[in-house]
């Protein structure tokens, strides 16, 4: 039960912050979502360092002067696995009017759809990221605590609050009804808990290779704050905003992971 505690944690960040469409008339502010895409980022950034990359070296420890191994291989795992996905699956980020991925399949699907599929994709990584750390905690292997795999799962349902509003809000805009906004925002998050699951399952075969799922996963987590969320951000002259929102997201999970961790 504690564990499924923990992975609906993020998915019910998600839906809080859809449910932003029903309190807020029109689309979010320009300065709010800037700095609610840094604060994301820094989450998340912060959150692959503390809670993913630095476990995956202790962990290697018993390897030497080449214990950077896993972690080094798994992040450039991770980050070539979602730029396949970005090619493959159908998106379209917010603010955008060039549909990303299969170019058949864009044909065929609508923008609110395009839409969800975007933040359906960033949920991913975050989804392995709660899962992986969810099975090291469950391995035993004393280097990852049950307060810290809470840690990172209030992290990333932190961040996931600007993520649902950020999906449902222009769904609104765009005429749709709120109740259709929170829908979709919502089951963008459903997603999480789906593959922290799937990820716990195949962790309990695969345990020696948990630093590498580890790093893996933050490197998948890299590769959305690098690629989609900053580069969302950019623009116009009010790009300190995002960086504020970054550092604040950043502190915040750092201070969760070590306090908690």
Not at 13 to 32: M, Q, S
Not at 179 to 188: H, I, K, V
Request: net charge negative; aromatic share 8%; with cysteine.
């Amino acid at each position: 039960m504690t564990v499924f505690i923990g992975l609906m944690i993020p998915f019910i960040g998600t839906t809080l912050g859809a449910a932003c469409v029903f309190l807020i008339k029109d689309k979010l502010n320009e300065i709010l979502e800037k700095i609610l895409l840094g604060f994301a980022s820094g989450v998340m950034v912060a959150a692959s360092v503390w809670s993913l990359i630095i476990p995956s070296i202790e962990m290697s420890e018993d390897m030497g002067r080449l214990a950077f191994v896993p972690a080094a291989s798994g992040i450039a795992l991770g980050v070539l696995f979602l730029l396949g996905m970005d090619r493959v699956i159908p998106h379209l980020h917010a603010g955008s009017d060039e549909p990303e991925g299969s170019r058949e399949a864009v044909s065929h699907l609508k923008k609110t759809t395009l839409l969800t599929l975007a933040v359906t994709l960033h949920n991913i990584p975050e989804g392995m990221a709660v899962g992986v750390v969810f099975a090291g905690m469950l391995s035993g292997d004393g280097r990852i605590t049950l307060a810290a795999a809470f840690a990172l799962t209030i992290g990333i349902a932190v961040q996931n609050f600007p993520e649902g509003a950020i999906i449902s809000m222009p769904l609104k805009s765009a005429g749709h009804s709120s109740l259709r906004g929170f829908a979709y925002g919502t089951l963008s998050g459903v997603v999480e808990p789906i593959a922290a699951a799937i990820t716990i399952f195949l962790t309990s075969f695969l345990t020696p290779v948990l630093p590498y799922l580890l790093s893996f996963a933050a490197g998948a987590m890299l590769y959305v704050v690098v690629e989609e969320l900053l580069p969302e951000a950019s623009g116009g002259n009010k790009d300190d905003i995002t960086t504020m929102g970054f550092a604040a997201g950043f502190v915040l999970m750092m201070i969760l992971d070590v306090a908690l961790g």
